[in-house]
């Protein structure tokens, strides 16, 4: 077990709703990525923040948004949901942005939209 | 696009037996890390080898890293049946910037 814990477990959302999810980095760690990862699917990155900036973004539209808190949580917003959008949410947090080290994951947010 | 790509889809063994995953990838990496991930849960990292590495031991695990073909193996040796889960392969390409970006796995499914 890491220490990244990711609220809420579960979320059920119905399509063209708004949904937050949350990510506790790791003590000690600056910075936070997060991934989707659709069925049956690797994960897909969405983006990294480090330090509260964004630090990275990958081929996602910007009704999918985050920030990161000084004290290095982060959330993940997503706004007007599509049936697509369901999928395991998974945040990641490291000590540095760096790849060179490895990432400790949370046990992701499992959101279905209906 | 997936950067890596892991064979086989799916492998099915007898606990006791060695279990070897392959990912390929396209593009010049710093970096390649191994995951593991029990039935939709959180990854667990395994073992990272550097771009300048050949080979790398954990445990029951051993990994190797061919930058010349773009391509790494996972092997795990004498598996039991808690080994059974997805096993991702994840790069970290030189323009990549700060994403990891991962195939699409391989389930192994140990049987006892």
């Known amino acids: 077990e890491t220490g990244v814990t990711q609220s809420p477990t579960h979320l059920i959302k119905t399509r063209g709703q708004q949904v937050t999810l949350r990510c506790s980095s790791q003590s000690g760690h600056n910075t936070v990525s997060w991934y989707q990862q659709a069925l049956g699917q690797g994960p897909q990155f969405i983006f990294q923040y480090y330090r509260e900036e964004e630090n990275g973004r990958g081929n996602f539209p910007p009704r999918f948004s985050g920030l990161q808190f000084p004290n290095y949580s982060s959330e993940l917003n997503v706004n007007a949901l599509e049936l697509d959008d369901s999928a395991l949410y998974l945040c990641a947090s490291s000590p540095e942005p760096t790849l060179a080290v490895r990432q400790f994951f949370g046990p992701g947010t499992r959101l279905t939209v209906l | 696009s997936q950067q890596g790509e892991e064979d086989p889809q799916a492998l099915s063994i007898q606990e006791g037996e060695n279990a070897t995953m392959n990912c390929s990838y396209k593009?010049?990496?710093?970096?390649l890390q191994w995951y593991r991930q029990n039935s939709g849960r959180g990854l667990v990292h395994l073992i990272l080898i550097r771009s300048n590495e050949r080979e790398k031991h954990s445990g029951r695990l051993r990994v190797t890293l061919d930058t010349s073909k773009k391509s790494s193996s996972l092997l795990i040796t004498a598996s039991r049946a808690a080994d059974t889960a997805s096993y991702f392969c994840a790069t970290d390409g030189r323009t990549s910037g700060s994403r990891l970006t991962f195939g699409e796995g391989t389930q192994l499914t140990v049987n006892p």
């Open positions: 593009t010049s990496i710093n970096n």
